[in-house]
């Protein structure tokens, strides 16, 4: 692929749902101001979402919506799923964006949220077996962090995670280690802002690592603060598969970006928030689930083998 080619190939890569967006407020059993920014995870043969809601107050909280088919037919919790406890410091003013994966070693789903503490936003951990009842296991990490995801196995006998602390008023993506899911050290930078880029001023895990033969595909927001406000896109690094703190490629261009209506309009325009995928090996489909304007959920899917070749086709990252 040339670079045009390449600039073309990212362009045609995910294929909006001509049903999106597929869960608003209003599908809501019980009254929420947005739905957006949803984990997603295939249990069985439906759809799992959990999904960040913003109550009339400002506060979220995560609920689960299920499908058969990933698209149509929801169905929704009647309550909340996962509630902030007021009484607790950690996660005093809400719980947001939620990331899962299946961990296998443990045989459960581990679910990274954001707990939004007394000292300010920061990740939690909670596993379950059936999305009904749910361990906390508490915070992983002192505030401010975000957008975090664990991945379903040790490398070198130790867990690893990738979340967003804010160091210095610097936003980048780090990897971290731990060897019991509780005490986490070895903090490296994985992913910078690049500065000119799309993604010169902040950038996030998206959804959950996807692994593949050639690397584990890892997406990732990526914001530019423009005079009308910051723009949302989505970019994509392949990591090595044994070592994933070693990034492999990085795309230069965004491969998703606002452009429908109920992306660009909203509670917070232009914004697209990945947060959840599932894959179809067998069909070689990926599901991308994403907050559209800090208003719903919309879906958009793609080839996986093409992700694939995109990701290869993308330049190579130098230590
Ligand atoms: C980020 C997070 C997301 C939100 C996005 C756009 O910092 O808070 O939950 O969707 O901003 O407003």
């Not at 896109?233 to 261009?253: A, I, N």
């Amino acid at each position: 692929m040339n670079e045009l080619e390449r600039q073309q190939a990212a362009y045609e890569l995910f294929t909006r749902y001509e049903g999106n967006p597929i869960l608003t407020a209003k599908d809501w059993p019980y009254p929420i101001n947005s739905v957006m920014n949803p984990a997603a995870v295939k249990m069985n043969s439906e759809t799992l979402l959990l999904a960040r809601c913003e109550d009339m107050r400002g506060f979220s909280h995560l609920t689960l919506a299920r499908s058969d088919d990933g698209f149509t037919n929801w169905t929704i919790d009647q309550q909340p799923t996962m509630q902030a406890d007021p009484h607790s410091r950690e996660e005093r003013w809400a719980l947001e964006d939620s990331r899962i994966i299946w961990l296998e070693e443990q045989k459960q789903y581990g679910i990274t949220y954001v707990s939004f503490s007394d000292g300010g936003p920061t990740v939690s951990l909670a596993i379950t077996k059936n999305f009904k009842t749910f361990a906390r296991l508490g915070t992983l990490l002192p505030p401010e962090d975000k957008d975090a995801c664990l991945f379903p196995r040790r490398f070198r006998g130790r867990f690893a995670l990738i979340h967003r602390p804010i160091v210095r008023g610097e936003a980048h993506m780090w990897i971290s280690f731990s060897p019991d899911l509780k005490h986490w050290g070895d903090h490296r930078a994985l992913i910078r802002t690049r500065p000119g880029y799309w993604d010169c001023h902040r950038v996030g895990l998206a959804c959950q690592p996807v692994e593949t033969e050639e690397g584990w595909l890892v997406f990732y927001h990526g914001v530019r603060n423009t005079t009308a406000g910051a723009v949302y896109r989505l970019g994509l690094t392949l990591l090595d598969l044994e070592e994933p703190w070693r990034v492999l490629r990085r795309s230069d261009e965004w491969i998703f970006g606002p452009s429908e209506i109920y992306e660009r309009v909203g509670d917070v325009g232009d914004v697209v928030f990945p947060s959840g995928i599932t894959v179809t090996k067998e069909t070689d489909t990926v599901n991308m689930y994403y907050g559209a304007a800090d208003c719903t959920i919309a879906v958009a899917s793609a080839s996986l083998s093409r992700i694939v070749e995109y990701a290869m086709a993308s330049p190579e990252v130098e230590d």
